[in-house]
């Protein structure tokens, strides 16, 4: 009995598997070339906008604390010093952004200390860390701006609920100088001349940015 070839089997059955398998490649290279070009008029946009740089920049951020979403759609990276007044008038923003888009952005604090008690205010913030209370203590840092002293940093960090003794060897050892020093080399990298600066999804942004525009910002990246 002769049996019948299936269809995938002949010669032009396989061609034809081939073929479609090429245009099917070919379809999926040009969606993703039109993705990527929507996406980049879109960042070319947004920057003219907002003057956003074009050029995009790797930031580490493997020692650095954060807030918001686990795997974000926007990622806004911070270089800040709690001396900086402009760092002050940028923190409530920062800190309604984090609520209002917590599922979709997410933002690290990246430590720029340029003031003479700035690597002692950056080093308070990261011993709380230590405790689970570092965005407590940012907050407090920027809303008691003018604190200098290590007693005045002992008396905040009794006033968020650490553990003053852990706090206070931690701070008087400067256990975290090495994590400040690796962001402040960074920054140097960068070429960054003051604070703050911002880095949304690698695009870099300077000063004290309102509250408006970070949310214009974030709606026009978001679409």
């Not at 003219?48 to 951020?61: E, G, N, V």
């Not at 920054?187 to 870099?204: A, D, Q, S, V």
Request: aromatic share 12%.
């Amino acid at each position: 009995m002769i049996t019948k070839k299936r269809w995938r089997k002949t010669w032009w059955g396989i061609s034809l598997i081939v073929i479609l398998t090429i245009i099917l490649v070919f379809l999926i290279a040009i969606s993703f070339y039109f993705f990527d070009l929507v996406k980049q008029n879109q960042y070319n946009i947004i920057s003219q906008k907002f003057k956003l740089t074009d050029k995009t920049y790797q930031i580490s951020t493997q020692n650095n604390f954060w807030l918001g979403a686990s795997k974000p759609k926007i990622t806004i990276i911070g270089f800040c010093d709690f001396a900086c007044p402009f760092c002050k008038n940028s923190y409530p923003n920062i800190r309604e952004i984090s609520l209002e888009y917590h599922e979709k952005v997410k933002i690290v604090f990246k430590d720029y200390p340029l003031h003479e008690e700035s690597l002692s205010l950056a080093m308070a913030s990261r011993c709380a860390g230590e405790q689970g209370l570092f965005w407590l203590m940012h907050d407090k840092l920027f809303q008691n701006q003018g604190v200098k002293t290590n007693q005045q940093l002992i008396r905040l960090s009794k006033q968020i609920g650490a553990d003053v003794d852990k706090f206070t060897d931690c701070l008087t050892k400067q256990k975290h100088l090495e994590e400040i020093q690796k962001d402040f080399n960074e920054g140097e990298r960068l070429n960054l001349k003051g604070t703050p600066i911002w880095f949304i999804n690698g695009h870099k942004i300077e000063g004290d940015i309102p509250h408006d525009t970070f949310i214009q910002i974030i709606k026009e990246m978001l679409k």
